[in-house]
């Protein structure tokens, strides 16, 4: 987390694991998201990740070493074991991840995703989570949650109809193109595209200037528009999220998907 004036900016830094989330990076990601989204003097927010990579979901690494034991006994009350599988070590993940997106929606500032690299799985449904999504050229956007037989979190299943319509978010879904920033502009995916070179200023730019815009009326306004959009039922959703990738990420279909995306190979699923 950092201050840029009016500007609040948080970095999520894992570059070594194209910035995946594991539960401590989620924890402090829903923080920093609760912090800004509260500060009266930060006016604008924007989300970027380091090194050229904005975010990449959910730590798959982690999640097959099998998450951290301390978070899995608080999702899971002593009178009753943890499931076998996986999805009780997403749901530790997701819980964090889930809670920093509904502060995002509720937040009467703007926050902006700022994309620089791949945005995918779990990086893609912040992004969409976002008032704003600005990108760099070398930016790109992929569903890529059935590469592992997924169903899709981080309000992904949530923002997309609402973003480019029914039809599309299938093709997303089911044929899962990889959207360079142009393409994804044209869809309706994101709001600007910049040149690389200067992205990162362009970026600051465009949150500089909501800072110092009528931010109080932006906040009510956005309110009102995510009432007219239907977002009041977003946390239900997001529940439904958590639930289903949780349910599906603990029978075999993903743990073949896991095992092949990490091998580099493809994955034979059963269905």
Not at 109 to 119: E, L, Q, T
Request: proline share 4%.
């Amino acid at each position: 987390m950092e201050r840029d004036g009016a500007v609040g900016v948080i970095t999520i830094d894992r570059r070594e694991r194209f910035n995946s989330l594991d539960v401590e990076t989620a924890q402090d990601f829903r923080m920093a998201g609760l912090a800004f989204a509260r500060d009266a003097e930060i006016r604008a927010v924007v989300i970027r990740g380091s090194g050229g990579v904005f975010c990449s979901g959910a730590d798959l690494k982690y999640i097959r070493a099998g998450g951290e034991h301390r978070e899995l006994g608080y999702l899971s009350p002593a009178a009753r074991e943890v499931p076998p599988g996986y999805g009780e070590v997403f749901k530790q993940i997701l819980e964090y991840i889930h809670s920093a997106i509904s502060e995002i929606r509720r937040a009467p500032k703007p926050f902006i995703a700022a994309v620089d690299g791949v945005a995918a799985a779990g990086g893609f449904g912040i992004a969409m989570a976002c008032d704003l999504v600005l990108a760099s050229e070398r930016a790109t956007f992929e569903w890529a949650y059935g590469k592992t037989g997924l169903t899709g979190a981080e309000s992904s299943t949530f923002f997309l109809p609402r973003l480019i319509g029914l039809r599309r978010s299938m093709e997303l879904m089911l044929l899962n193109p990889r959207l360079d920033a142009r393409t994804a502009l044209d869809l309706g995916l994101i709001t600007r595209v910049f040149p690389t070179e200067r992205f990162e200023e362009e970026a600051r730019g465009v949150a500089t200037a909501l800072a110092e815009g009528p931010t109080r009326a932006y906040g009510i306004a956005k309110g009102l528009l995510n009432q007219a959009a239907g977002v009041d039922r977003l946390d239900h959703h997001l529940d439904q999220e958590l639930e289903s990738l949780a349910r599906i990420a603990g029978g075999q279909d993903f743990a073949e998907g896991l095992e092949a995306f990490l091998s580099r190979r493809s994955p034979r699923f059963e269905g």
